[in-house]
């Protein structure tokens, strides 16, 4: 067995998780995901068959609130929505929640009540006025190329108002969870969270979790939403960089 010390720990999990790299990633496509993503979303088990158990919008309510103190009613968008399916979870706890999605194949999927709601559209380039959202759900960036990950986030913080919640894939989450949502298929963009961090605050966000009572906060959310699932972050320290704040211009005092 070789000697994995001197590695850092994206490419150590690059190594491990080889077999996943790769899969999902069209040749020449526009950028999106190829389709059979949607349909081994989790296994065998697609995106619609797995939708009601792994995503929990009151988790990402409760986060929101224990960040910023916020409640609905907010706009939020949901950058990377898939068949907008997220938009009537979040509506039913009073958020007016819009999306964008750059595969054609599942956005195709939305169900017509959420049609308008939810764009097809890129988050390169989106189809939102500045500020159009109080916050802003993403877990779509690292399926860009590298190079593309300072426009996107410019173009997030252009339509975003107060905060945004990054739930993307990155290397330093749990071995489990990469190994059993085989999380690293299409993905193009290997980063740990420190260097998303890193994204964010060069283009303009702030870190917006920085007191340790905020943080057993979200870890005690973090830890209650699926108590019986795997660990995603590998403690609560990590989760520091999960939350960014757009810097408010206001008048001096
Ligand atoms: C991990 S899925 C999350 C789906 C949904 N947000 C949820 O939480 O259930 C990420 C989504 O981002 C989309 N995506 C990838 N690249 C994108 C891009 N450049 N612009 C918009 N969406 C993108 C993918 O097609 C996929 O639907």
Same mark, same amino acid.
């Given at each position: 067995?070789?000697? =994995? ?45 797995? #939708? ?82 109080? #916050? ?63 994204? #964010?605050?060069? =283009? ?39 939350? #960014? ?9």
């Amino acid at each position: 067995m070789g000697n =994995n010390s001197h590695l850092s720990i994206t490419e150590m999990r690059k190594r491990k998780f080889a077999y996943q790299i790769g899969k999902d990633i069209l040749p020449a496509g526009n950028g999106a995901v190829a389709d059979s993503y949607f349909e081994t979303y989790s296994g065998n088990r697609s995106y619609e068959d797995i #939708f009601q158990t792994a995503f929990n919008a009151k988790y990402l309510l409760h986060l929101i609130k224990a960040v910023w103190g916020a409640v609905p009613p907010y706009k939020l968008l949901d950058c990377g929505s898939a068949n907008g399916l997220t938009i009537g979870q979040f509506d039913k706890l009073g958020v007016e929640a819009w999306g964008i999605e750059n595969s054609a194949y599942i956005h195709s999927k939305t169900p017509h009540a959420w049609r308008k709601r939810n764009r097809l559209g890129d988050v390169r380039k989106m189809p939102f006025k500045n500020g159009s959202f109080d #916050f802003i759900y993403e877990t779509c960036l690292p399926y860009l190329p590298e190079e593309n990950i300072d426009q996107a986030i410019k173009e997030l913080f252009r339509v975003c108002r107060a905060g945004i919640v990054f739930q993307g894939t990155t290397t330093d989450m749990t071995e489990e969870v990469i190994e059993d949502y085989e999380l690293f298929a299409g993905l193009q963009t290997f980063w740990t969270i420190s260097e998303w961090s890193d994204a #964010f605050v060069r =283009n303009g966000f702030q870190l917006a979790a920085f007191n340790s009572a905020l943080l057993d906060e979200i870890w005690r959310i973090e830890q209650e939403a699926d108590p019986d699932d795997w660990d995603w972050y590998p403690d609560k320290e990590t989760m520091r960089y999960c939350f #960014f704040s757009k810097p408010q211009i206001g008048p001096s005092p």
